[in-house]
């Protein structure tokens, strides 16, 4: 039997709730295809874009203070660009943006590239070497290694290109073109050597769920000196409708900006009948076809954004009702998770039109207006501009952030000594003298003590004559280095420095279970929580941590415990999960769990986990469902359908298409409520 799934039955002051900003000043309109970027010092910039008001294309730069909420129009010089949309603004060496192609009134698509110095509000155009690629627009771009990598997108006749190259920004030389994926309006992002895209509109005119990804490392086309060849890639032609005829004029709009049309703007010259270049590096892709966590991308307004090793879809609101969510993909497994439902994020009284995020990724923020019209003192309505900001920290979603990921997710370490551990830096040394007895030859010259593990305090042991005997109050000694306490552990070095009574005794006592304490010790040596240490915390150590993170104030452990449970949730361990958040008052975990907890109720409550809760416990569990749910057999789910999809299973056999020619079924010999499928194609 299962439960009916957790309703969000309380009010959005409980637990995160993503702030709503209102803006003032020179609001931009709700401009088509312009760049929205996140430069730092808690500022946007916009740029171009097409008014569907106005049939006006501009070539102005905003800028949006998130502290003051205020809009400004920046008065800009140099070799200002034509108007342009569709366009790409990359944030490079942290004070510029690296302006790349577009289409501007004409209908002309742009090859030039344009950088704008965010200090001194100047463009510059750089002298480019080597074939220009072909001119499009709705492309995709990104930084990585002093190079612009340039992907797909669309040019004349309406065409979709399936080319990628990249610009060497140190000798402003483009690289010959070579043949990828036909994709516009998809994703783009570099992680772990690997050049990856997502989403977008294939060469069929359909929304895409496919992931492809580039190896970029060990190609001799990305690691040696270029070689150069054409510029000029292959296309697929299809037909696809665009606005009217944008007007060459420059006509006063109801955003009280003039279009910028008397700029000159250039687009791409070249041939296009030479055949593509084949890729140095290989090339992988992965579609998704069905899964209890996968949003379709046929329905919503998608957002996607690479952080921690992820690719996050925001799926808002549509003008049509619409199921909305937060999901992650994560790149290590290709696995979805759903990271909240929409509800929790999104009002249904907005409309999001972009999308940008802090280098870090740790931070991200939608713009968009209210759908319903609001005038202003000049009777233009609000609907027409992008008035309001959404904030979203990530982190508040189990989202580590770039610079923490890459080392929680570290394998190699540098310690000559340790090659073999997983542990990185210094962690890996320090970890082999964490608790050895000064008999053993240890060094330690501090002792901690925990609660025992698995102690019912609730009634006494009997020993053979009948009469009762006392538990035992403390666990084993666990030997530690004081120094490594101090610089580690904040509050110990506040105790240390107070002089209390462990000073002198050179011994402590913590009221936690024993395997928790020991878990939150070795990670003050190693930094880490990973699993496959010798002595890496279970799941249920992680969630004890999460308690003491708490306790202790120690919000990057805090962080570290809450990715890896949201990550690591199951069967077994949901229970135990759900009840530390409570105590740990991280709510957004809480309610994953507990969500967790009643789509697979009739498990749940056969694990060790759920029974070890306290009778309060399990009755607070029971009251997350919502007043109105009502538990359902498994048959009764059968009929609807949603038994599978309740437990994330397959009923049928698991298939996995490898490579172009070879296709794989396969039927496991464990009963299919143990099998978990994906629905994945490998290609």
Not at 30 to 49: K, M, P, R
Not at 540 to 553: P, T
């Amino acid at each position: 039997m299962t439960a009916s799934p957790v309703r969000n039955r309380k009010s959005g002051s409980e637990g995160y709730k993503p702030k709503i900003i209102t803006t003032v000043g020179a609001k931009p309109a709700c401009l088509v295809n312009a760049s929205v970027t996140y430069v730092g010092n808690d500022q946007i910039y916009a740029f171009g874009g097409f008014d569907q008001y106005t049939d006006e294309v501009y070539n102005h730069v905003l800028r949006l203070n998130l502290t003051t909420r205020q809009w400004n129009l920046v008065d800009n010089y140099g070799d200002i660009p034509g108007v342009r949309m569709g366009h790409t603004a990359n944030l490079w060496d942290g004070d510029k943006l690296l302006v790349f192609g577009g289409e501007n009134e004409h209908r002309q698509h742009l090859c030039d590239i344009i950088v704008f110095d965010l200090k001194t509000a100047y463009w510059t155009q750089p002298e480019l070497q080597g074939p220009a690629p072909r001119g499009r627009a709705r492309h995709s771009a990104v930084i990585h290694d002093g190079k612009l990598y340039i992907s797909g997108g669309q040019t004349g006749h309406d065409s979709v290109l399936d080319d990628i190259c990249y610009l060497d920004l140190k000798t402003w030389t483009w690289s010959r073109s070579w043949r990828f994926v036909p994709r516009y309006d998809h994703a783009s992002w570099i992680w772990n050597g690997r050049l990856w895209i997502f989403g977008g509109i294939n060469d069929d005119m359909e929304k895409s769920n496919e992931i492809w990804w580039l190896d970029l490392r060990g190609s001799p086309g990305f690691d040696s000196a270029m070689a150069y060849g054409t510029g000029d890639r292959q296309m697929v032609s299809k037909y696809r409708g665009f606005p009217g005829s944008i007007a060459a004029q420059a006509p006063t709009g109801s955003t009280g900006y003039t279009a910028n049309s008397g700029v000159q703007s250039y687009s791409s010259q070249g041939a296009s009948g030479r055949s593509p270049y084949v890729l140095p590096g290989s090339i992988s892709s992965l579609k998704f076809h069905s899964s209890p966590n996968l949003p379709s991308q046929a329905a919503g307004m998608h957002f996607h954004i690479f952080s921690s090793g992820c690719m996050l879809d925001f799926v808002t609101p549509m003008e049509v009702t619409c199921e909305t969510s937060l999901s992650s993909l994560e790149l290590d497994s290709l696995r979805w998770q759903k990271l909240a439902d929409g509800k929790e994020i999104f009002s249904p009284t907005y409309r999001w039109h972009y999308c940008t995020i802090n280098a870090e990724g740790t931070n991200a923020w939608l713009l968009g207006s209210p759908v319903e019209p609001t005038a202003d003192g000049n009777g233009v309505t609000g609907s027409e501009y992008l008035s309001d900001v959404l904030a979203i920290d990530l982190r508040k979603y189990g989202i580590l952030g770039n610079e923490l990921a890459s080392t929680y997710r570290a394998k190699v370490p540098s310690s000559d000594a340790n090659f073999s551990s997983p542990l990185t830096g210094i962690g890996a040394d320090l970890s082999t003298t964490f608790d050895i007895s000064p008999e053993s030859g240890g060094d330690a010259d501090f002792i901690i003590t925990a609660d025992p593990d698995d102690v019912d305090y609730d009634a006494s042991p009997v020993n053979e004559a009948g009469s009762s005997t006392t538990v035992a109050s403390t666990s084993r000694p666990i030997y530690v280095h004081r120094l490594i306490l101090q610089a580690r552990w904040p509050h110990f070095k506040r105790m240390w420095s107070a002089q209390m009574a462990e000073f002198h005794s050179k011994k402590m006592h913590i009221p936690e279970p024993y395997s928790a304490v020991r878990a939150f010790l070795y990670y003050l040596y190693t930094d880490s929580i990973d699993s496959s240490s010798q002595h890496g915390p279970t799941l249920v150590d992680v969630a004890g941590m999460l308690v003491m993170s708490n306790v202790y104030d120690m919000p990057r452990l805090r962080l570290l415990c809450v990715h890896r449970l949201g990550k690591e949730l199951d069967i077994e361990h949901a229970a135990i999960i759900w009840e530390r958040a409570g105590t740990a008052t991280e709510e957004w975990l809480k309610r994953r769990a507990a969500t967790f907890c009643l789509q697979n109720w009739g498990r749940i409550v056969r694990t060790a986990g759920f029974k070890s809760l306290s009778h309060q416990a399990i009755i607070d569990l029971c009251s997350e469902s919502d007043t109105e749910s009502r538990v359902l057999n498994g048959d009764e789910l059968d009929e609807l359908g949603i038994l599978g999809r309740s437990y994330g299973i397959s009923n049928g056999n698991r298939k996995r298409s490898l490579g172009s020619a070879n296709t794989i079924t396969g039927t496991d010999d464990e009963p299919d409520d143990e099998v978990e499928d994906d629905g994945m194609d490998v290609n």
